[in-house]
């Protein structure tokens, strides 16, 4: 028996200064042990190149859609993914409109089915 689909949330970083400042914030609260430098360079990345960064993993349904409604407020796009996929793997996901996920394809949306970690 597989264990019950957890998820990820990436983000394109804004370019306003107290935005991307917000960002750095909420991503250091995340990861305790992360760097602030390395923070700041992938913010920067994203900011640049207009690339997702991933700003949270391994999320129950409740707390994904809760945080992705706080990151809205500092970031210029956010999408939820079913953990493990992500940007530049669209190849091997679907959409679900119903739930604005991106999940794996072969087993149909995880939140649909009744199949996640709540
Ligand atoms: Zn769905």
Redesign the pocket.
Known sequence: MEDPIRFDIWCIAASEPERRRQLEEFLSTQVPNRQIAEIKREIQRSVTNRTPLQVASGLGWKNATTILSVVKGFTSSQQLYQEGLGPGKEFKVSY?E??N?FHGGSLG?P??NDFYAA
Do not use: N, T, W, Y
């Open positions: 679900c119903k739930h996920l949306c939140v649909c």
